[in-house]
Nanobody, 123 residues
């Protein structure tokens, strides 16, 4: 099974930016739909963004549209999440995943999960 390793989380003030990265251990990653989910304290895991294998189809959670950008570099087995204009409500552990069935906020994962990276946005 593909192993996914996230990085790039941290503490940032509201209005700031962070860029998350997720590197996969196998090249089969480039054939999968991949993306990001997040889990805030006391809440369930929610879909954030997904991108299909070619980069030609992208879905976002409504509350991050216009602020977050998902992209991928298949040559590097890596998916990115650029997060701008961050808000305190974006505070969560962010997870990348592969083999995503893309269906907007109802997207589901049948593949691997990363270990997560903490994003904290202070007001």
């Amino acid at each position: 099974q593909v192993q996914l390793v996230e990085s790039g989380g941290g503490l940032v003030q509201a209005g700031g930016s962070l860029r998350l990265s997720c590197v996969a251990s196998e090249r089969t990653f480039s054939t999968y739909n991949v993306g990001w989910f997040r889990q805030a304290p006391g809440k369930g895991r929610e879909f954030v963004a997904a991108i299909n294998w070619s980069g030609g189809s992208i879905n976002y959670l409504d509350s991050v549209k216009g602020r977050f950008t998902i992209s991928r570099d298949n040559a590097k087995n890596t998916v990115y999440l650029q997060m701008n204009s961050l808000k305190p409500e974006d505070t969560a552990v962010y997870y990348c995943a592969d083999r995503i069935r893309m269906d907007g906020s109802r997207s589901s994962v049948s593949g691997s999960w990363g270990q997560g990276t903490q994003v904290t946005v202070s007001s």
